[in-house]
């Protein structure tokens, strides 16, 4: 694969001296879906805004497609689609005259076909020519990614997509993504849903006080850092975790009719074989056993306190 | 250049206007019904002829140039600053664009509006006073660049304003009164010669007595001088401009 989106020592630095983005430097894959985590006021926005020409970086470098987005702005914006994170609309447009516009802004003749196919794949064509003020929340969210698709960008950036968006217009919406995805588009989406990237993402990027603390493939990241546990359900409860047992990490779980044992996969060995030697040693019956991995929002939350430290 | 993206704007900004066309035409055409029954009819009717001219006739040039100037100042200010106030400005500022193609868009419809209004305004008057224009030609181009000129510099108050009180803060202090000191209705000769000497210094005195010229060949100062006042202030307004976009200033942190 190629990178499309490549960010080299990228810094910005606010007039009021607030170091929004700390030499950031990123490689994004043509074709892949990144997501950008990071918390509140972590530079994530100002990492796209920057991207997209919004904020003027105050040093370092970044290219879209191989145009520099300072030299090279027309080619590199050109490439580029923006679904930002507020719901920005003129209120009293019609939905295809706005998305007629994006299309004609970024340099593109009419193509009103494919105006229809993109209102259409967004459930938009029936509000066609109804004014935005008309339409509710998530149809706005709808519109703006139309807007942002109507000029076929090679690069989405989606900043925070179904924020304040419910369940059901969530889920649309990452079908919506991954149908972007199988047509080839690269998308760059900020979220504070981990269970959006962890659902959506191929690599994960972690950004906190603007500086990119790790960026990782999902699967990989999660099998380095994901500690795993193993719940043991007892037949008879325990009051305490047996001496015997003391070597190993447990801790008395449901009143002691269970026992979680964790363990890192990354060990050369997990040591269960042990420990459920041990237990049949002291005499204890087993009714169930089960795995669980640690979420992805476990182990941002923990880069993100390592960072903090 | 994105000829597409100039087209896109100026189509879009036009539309705004369209909707809300009788309030648009409407309101100038009322105001121009209003000036001459106040200042032609009753008023005029003490004062015979200005400069040769009848009194009615004279003023319709003034008129003309205040509300095309009020007009291109706020349909080019409200234009660039709705999509700040309402934060779509970040599609514009996202898009493969240069500073000149947003200008050409904006200010290319806010001058279109301006024009539409001044010739709806001009039409109006031929209603109430006999009007024999010179010099056409000229009277066109002249009323292009004043539309063009103060389409520029509502596009700067527009980008300069922070709220809806300061979009309307030039027009209503800094415009209003030099159009009405400027000789719009009146010839400065009438004055007395020391005001006459305060008012050179009134710019739109320049530009209303340029656009007189053109229509009855009369003129406060030389045609030469009206048009160099006018590419001035265009010059002004364009480097302004230029400069904004370069800096970033109130658009791009």
Redesign the interface.
């Known amino acids: 694969m190629t990178a499309i989106v490549a960010v080299e020592g990228l810094s910005k630095i606010?007039?009021d001296g607030f170091r929004a983005l700390q030499d950031v430097s990123l490689s994004i894959e043509r074709g892949e879906i990144l997501a950008l985590l990071g918390p509140n006021g972590a530079g994530k926005t100002t990492l796209i805004?920057t991207l997209?020409?919004?904020?003027?970086p105050s040093s370092g470098q970044a290219s879209v497609g191989g145009h520099d987005i300072v030299r090279g702005?027309?080619?590199?914006?050109?490439m580029?689609g923006?679904v930002?994170q507020?719901i920005?609309?003129?209120?009293?447009?019609k939905v295809i005259?706005t998305v007629?516009?994006?299309?004609?802004?970024?340099?593109?003749?009419k193509d009103e076909a494919l105006i229809e196919r993109i209102l259409r794949q967004l459930s938009l064509w029936d509000k066609r020519n109804n004014r935005i003020r008309e339409l509710s929340g998530g149809m706005k969210r709808r519109v703006l990614i139309a807007?942002a698709l109507c000029h076929e960008p090679d690069v989405l950036f989606l900043d925070e997509p179904t924020a304040g968006v419910d369940v059901e217009l969530r889920r649309d919406m990452w079908e919506v993504v991954r149908a972007l995805k199988e047509s080839g588009v690269t998308i760059i989406l900020t979220t504070h849903y981990i269970e959006e990237a962890e659902a959506m993402a191929d690599r994960i990027a972690v950004i906190n006080k603007g500086e990119i603390l790790l960026v990782e493939d999902k699967a990989a990241l999660m099998r380095r850092m994901g500690r795993k546990s193993l719940q043991i359900d007892l037949a008879d409860p325990v009051d305490a975790v047996p001496d015997a047992l003391a070597g190993y990490d447990l801790e008395l779980a449901q009143g002691g009719h269970a026992l979680i044992y964790h363990y890192d996969t990354r060990a050369e060995g997990t040591g269960i074989t042990r420990l459920l030697q041990a237990l049949a040693r002291e005499g204890l019956s087993l009714r169930d056993i089960e795995t669980r991995q640690s979420s992805l929002e476990e182990i941002f939350v923990g880069l993100v306190k390592e960072n903090a430290a | 250049m994105?000829l597409?993206?100039i087209?896109?704007?100026y189509?879009?900004e036009m539309?705004?206007f369209f909707?809300t066309i009788m309030e648009s035409l409407l309101s100038p055409v009322i105001s121009t019904t209003l000036y001459f029954v106040v200042f032609g009819a009753a008023i005029g009717s003490r004062i015979e002829q200005v400069e040769g001219v009848s009194y009615g006739a004279f003023i319709v040039p003034g008129l003309i140039m205040l509300s095309v100037m009020t007009q291109a100042i706020s349909n080019a200010s409200f234009g660039i600053y709705?999509?700040k106030f309402?934060?779509?400005i970040?599609?514009?500022?996202?898009?493969?664009?240069?500073f000149l193609e947003i200008v050409l868009g904006y200010v290319g419809a806010a001058a279109t509006k301006a024009l539409m209004i001044g010739v709806v305004i001009l039409i109006t008057a031929g209603i109430f006073v006999d009007l024999d224009i010179q010099h056409p030609v000229i009277m066109v181009l002249f009323l292009v660049l004043i539309c063009v000129s103060f389409a520029l510099f509502g596009f700067i108050i527009g980008i300069w304003a922070e709220n809806f009180q300061q979009l309307q803060l030039i027009p209503l202090l800094v415009i209003t009164p030099l159009v009405f000191l400027g000789g719009a209705f009146y010839s400065i000769s009438m004055l007395p010669s020391a005001w006459q000497m305060v008012t050179l210094f009134n710019p739109v005195v320049y530009l209303i007595s340029g656009f007189r010229w053109a229509f009855f060949g009369v003129a406060d100062v030389g045609i030469g001088y009206s048009f160099a006042a006018v590419f001035v202030f265009f010059g002004l307004c364009l480097t302004a401009v230029w400069l904004i976009f370069k800096t970033?200033y109130r658009i791009?942190?």
């Open positions: 606010y007039k805004s997209c020409g919004i904020t003027t702005y027309r080619a590199a914006r050109a580029i923006l930002p507020e920005a609309l003129e209120p009293f447009e005259n007629r516009f994006s299309r004609g802004l970024f340099g593109k003749g807007k | 994105n597409h993206a087209w896109a704007i189509v879009y539309k705004r909707r709705f999509p309402i934060g779509t970040f599609e514009l500022l996202s898009a493969p664009v240069n970033g791009k942190s």
